[in-house]
Every structure is written in C-alpha cells, then in structure tokens.
C-alpha cells in the first residue's frame, strides 16, 4: 500500500499563488507517476497535471498550463504542485495520486491511478 497526505490548502486572493505538497509513504516503489487532480462539488475529478518520479517529463491540462507547475523531491518522497495567478474556476478540493503506470497521456484519467490522498480544499476569493 501507498499513503497520500497533501497539504498547503487555504484560502487565497484572486491573481494569488499557493503551492501544495503531497507526501507519499508506504511501497512508493511501486509507484512510477505522480498526479494533481481537482474537484468541485457535482463535478467529475479533473486533470490537473502529472509528473515521472524517473525523468522530467511532465503533462498539465490546459487549463492550468503556465499557471501551475509540478514537481518532485524523490529524495523526500514528495510531490509539489506551485499554483499562480489564481482564479475563481481553481477553487476546488485538489487530490494527489500515485499511479504504477508510466508517465503517458493517459494519465489524465483518473482511473488510471492506484492511490489517493484525502484532498486540500484550495479556495480563491475575488
């Protein structure tokens, strides 16, 4: 088994930044992507980016692109997600996830992860 906990949620201004952490614990080694979904309420989980524990690539909705950057500390077992300029439409519970699956494009599925955190609620204000 793999243990999620993600942290750094609150509340921000609109045009804010925010960064979140996931910690990942337990057979990491089983995994080999790492993943930010969100959620709204009524809404399906979105897509929010995904990264290799093994290289540098990358996959980020459009959404977020160039707002949002992922990335990893292997030696601490940990996943960030720096969130910038945000908006209104961020607002969302954000979930992390683990995934034994290679980094591809079907990663932005969210069946296609094993594990999950518990979620950061992320609110931005106008």
């Given at each position: 088994q793999v243990q999620l906990v993600e942290s750094g949620g609150g509340l921000v201004q609109t045009g804010g930044s925010l960064s979140l952490s996931c910690v990942a614990s337990g057979r990491t080694f089983r995994t080999n992507s790492m993943g930010w979904f969100r959620q709204t309420p009524g809404k399906e989980r979105e897509f929010v980016a995904a990264i290799s524990w093994s290289d540098d690539n990358k996959y980020y909705s459009d959404s977020v692109k160039g707002r949002f950057t992922i990335s990893r500390d292997n030696a601490k077992n940990t996943v960030y997600l720096q969130m910038n300029s945000l908006?209104?439409?961020?607002t969302a519970v954000y979930y992390c996830a683990?995934?034994?699956?290679a980094l591809n494009v079907f990663l932005r599925r969210p069946e296609k992860y094993d594990y999950w955190g518990q979620?950061?609620?992320?609110?931005?204000s106008s």
């Open positions: 908006n209104a439409e961020d683990a995934t034994t699956f979620g950061t609620q992320v609110t931005v």
